[in-house]
């Protein structure tokens, strides 16, 4: 009864995930649905935007828009053409409190015209969380739940529940610099699918997955003196 099924009109999207879709049901990201991600430190933040953002990516090469609600400015949007992402292709909603966050997030679900909802929020309630999934269930509209720092992880009525890490980069050879973004992607809670956890890399515009991770090296300190 209270199972997952893919809208007939996203049963053929890919959003590039690879192995990943084998968690989960019908092996294709769930569209059309709230997805929670759990956040605790400005990492897990950034990183968590930077695999939504990789999501977003092919679903905007065409059409579509994405409305992102939060109490905060700290996204820097010409960086998100780094994911293939312009711009102009979302609105971003400035709002105080949190009841207003949530009021303005169901509302935006609601609309059957955009393509995704990103919203932060400090912490989400089940009720909460019901009133979104509701909501997305009529339009279709995919939304993004990016808990920030919450005092008590409640369960929620979300489709899955993520918590994203960063990796350290793998630099070429002889380059300087940094490398491509990674990250550890922990899928926590899926319906009707397989948790797993999973590494990935953002490399030319997609997903690639690794199978390791360079170690972090310290450099030893010069002696002054």
């Avoid at 997952?4 to 569209?31: E, H, M, R």
């Avoid at 989400?124 to 720092?149: D, H, N, W, Y």
Wanted: hydrophobic share 45%; aromatic share 8%.
């Amino acid at each position: 009864m209270q199972g997952y099924k893919t809208a007939p009109k996203n049963a053929a999207a890919d959003v590039g995930l690879g192995d990943i879709n084998t968690a989960f049901p019908n092996a294709v990201f769930p569209l059309g649905a709230v997805h929670d991600f759990i956040t605790t430190t400005p990492e897990d933040k950034a990183a968590s935007l930077g695999f939504i953002s990789g999501i977003l990516s092919s679903r905007l090469k065409n059409n579509g828009a994405v409305i992102w609600i939060s109490a905060s400015g700290t996204i820097f949007p010409p960086a998100l053409k780094s994911f293939g992402i312009a711009a102009d292709k979302i609105i971003f909603i400035r709002l105080g409190k949190e009841k207003e966050i949530l009021w303005a997030t169901e509302e935006a679900l609601k609309c059957e015209g955009l393509t995704a909802v990103i919203c932060e929020i400090k912490e989400l309630s089940f009720l909460a969380s019901r009133r979104l999934q509701l909501a997305v269930e009529k339009s279709q509209v995919t939304g993004f739940i990016l808990q920030c720092s919450p005092r008590v992880i409640n369960p929620t009525a979300c489709i899955s529940r993520w918590k994203i890490k960063v990796l350290p980069t793998g630099l070429i050879a002889g380059m300087p610099g940094v490398g491509f973004p990674r990250w550890h992607v922990h899928l926590l809670k899926i319906r009707n699918g397989r948790p797993g956890n999973w590494q990935l890399e953002w490399v030319a515009g997609r997903f690639r997955h690794i199978t390791s991770v360079p170690a972090i090296v310290v450099l030893p300190q010069k002696k002054t003196g």
